[in-house]
Structure formats: C-alpha cells, structure tokens
C-alpha cells in the first residue's frame, strides 16, 4: 500500500504543484501569489508634519468670470513693461542731441531753399548778375579815384580857395540832383509797368525803385513825381500814390545811369519784372540814349539836423 505524498513529512508545507514539472512551484495563473513583506528596518523615519513645507508661488489676480488657472495676457505684460516710461541720464543726454541736430538740419534747409532762385537760373542769368557785381565794384573805384584827385587838386592848387570854390558849386550840383532840386539827363532806361487788372501794390513799385537804386540809378522820375531818399509809395490800384500825389498806371519810370547795369538788374530770375508778369501786370524795358528827368522838389530845410563841420 502506497503513501499519499500529500501526508509524507518531508513534503509538509510545499505548495501544491500540478501539470508538468516545468511548472512546479509558480503560482496558479489568476491567484495571487505569496505576499512579500518589508522588514521594518528597511522603512525611511517619518517626516513629521510641520517639517513638510510647500514652497510659496505668488498668484495673479483671477479677473471675475476667468478660470483660476489663466495667467496675465500678453498685452498686459507688455504694456506693464513699456509704461510707466523709465528714462535715464544718458537717454536724456542723446535726445537732446538728436534734437539740435535736427533743429541745424532744418534750419540749413531753409537757408538753402531761400536760393533756389538762383540756383535754377541759367548760366547767362548768372553770367550777367556777376557782370553787374563787377560794375558796382567798377563804379566805387571810380569814385574813390575821383575824390583822391579832388583832395590832389586842393593840395597842390596855388589859389586853394578859388579851386575848393569850384569844387563846392560841382559837389551842390551833384547833390541837388540826388536831392531832386535840380533837373538832369543823361543815358538810362524807360520802365513801363502796365496794370490792367489793378493787381499791382505800392509795394511793388517801392521793389523796383529798390533795384534801380542799387544797380546804379543816379535820377529817378515816376509819372511826373521825382523820387528821391526820403520817398514813399501808398496805396494800390486806383488808389496808387507817391508822396501823397496820386498817380495811375501806367507807371512809367524814368531813370539815369547805366543802361548795361539798370536792364539787367530789373530782369534777373526772380526780379522786377518776372514779379510784376505772376501777378498779370506788364512790364518793358528801354534803353536811350538820353533821359531827361525834370521834375523837381522843393529844397527842404532840416529841422534839427546840423553840419558837424566848421
């Protein structure tokens, strides 16, 4: 009679084994095997509590009605970091730099376009404004030689008094001319200034008695009114007048000087005459051989200037 291997000692406490000898000792498949245990020596020491700190993370307000969890917006983050501005000494420094370097760079452009007139002339309008720079330089020398002589003349003369006589009735000529005390002729121009629309202003005319003046003019009559140094244009249109003598157009200026000096200077780019056409107004230019201005002014007496001389 046999043993049941399940009663025999040696086989106490073995698990139970079935199917072939391969499988012997695993577990059976859907039962859980043996529990293993820790022993206490291998588990870490508590932590107490009020040891375990959560570390702080600061949170944004939520606005109302937005999920706890959303975070400022991109806008928000770059308008808290572009306002309020923070400026410092240095970045002061280069805008005040930047801003005088502009104000130079604006107020050479101005300065530079004041001349445009100029620079789109053409090269004999140019040609001929340096020819009468030369003669205005011309006409001073001569004039300084003229006195150099006189000044000679007294020195040298044996009857003095008789030579600085002479000298003094040809100076009281001269300067009744330029007085208009005393008539003249000589070479010079014919300017007409027509004005069929009333546009042209006393302004104007005072511009072109300007010109003639400085390119030479020695007698200037306009419409039958000598204009000298103490002149004055009012009014315009019909209402046109020099020293209080109403005139009517057209403005006929008769002037004595240099032909070769006078017509260019009224016809330079930007002139005289380019002046009077934009505003409809007609202006021509005559040179003659000789001029004759005869309209004279009373001699007026100074009321408080006197000679410095004795």
Do not use: C
Request: glycine share 8%; charged share 25%.
């Amino acid at each position: 009679m046999s043993e049941n291997p399940e009663n025999h000692p040696e086989n106490a406490g073995r698990p139970e084994s079935t199917g072939a000898a391969g499988n012997a000792g695993r577990p059976e498949a859907g039962r859980p095997g043996p529990e293993k245990r820790v022993p206490p020596e291998a588990l870490p020491p508590e932590v107490p509590a009020e040891d375990v700190r959560t570390p702080q993370v600061p949170v944004a307000p939520v606005a109302a009605g937005a999920p706890a969890s959303a975070g400022p917006s991109g806008r928000r983050r770059l308008a808290s970091a572009l306002w309020p501005p923070r400026v410092t000494r240095a970045q002061l420094v280069v805008a005040l730099l930047l801003f005088v370097l502009g104000l130079g760079l604006a107020i050479q452009v101005s300065s530079t376009s004041e001349n445009s007139a100029l620079r789109g002339a053409r090269q004999e309008d140019l040609v001929r404004i340096l020819d009468e720079l030369d003669d205005r330089t011309q006409r001073l020398e001569d004039e300084k030689t003229r006195l150099e002589k006189q000044r000679t003349e007294l020195e040298s003369s044996s009857d003095q008094a008789e030579e600085a006589r002479k000298q003094t009735q040809e100076k009281e000529r001269q300067l009744g001319i330029l007085a208009g005390s005393v008539a003249a002729e000589g070479p010079g121009i014919t300017l007409t200034v027509g004005d069929p629309t009333g546009a042209v202003e006393s302004d104007m005319l005072l511009d072109a008695i300007q010109e003639l003046r400085a390119a030479g003019a020695e007698a200037i009559q306009v419409n039958g009114v000598r204009v000298v140094a103490d002149s004055y244009f009012t009014g315009s249109g019909d209402e046109m007048r020099i020293d209080g003598t109403k005139v009517a157009a057209p403005y006929v200026f008769k002037v004595i000087g240099k032909p070769e000096d006078l017509e260019p200077a009224l016809n330079i780019p930007g002139g005289v005459v380019q002046t009077l056409e934009k505003e409809q107004a007609t202006a021509t230019v005559e040179r003659s051989a000789k001029i004759v201005v005869d309209a004279l002014r009373p001699a007026k007496r100074p009321d408080y200037a006197q000679s410095s001389s004795q």
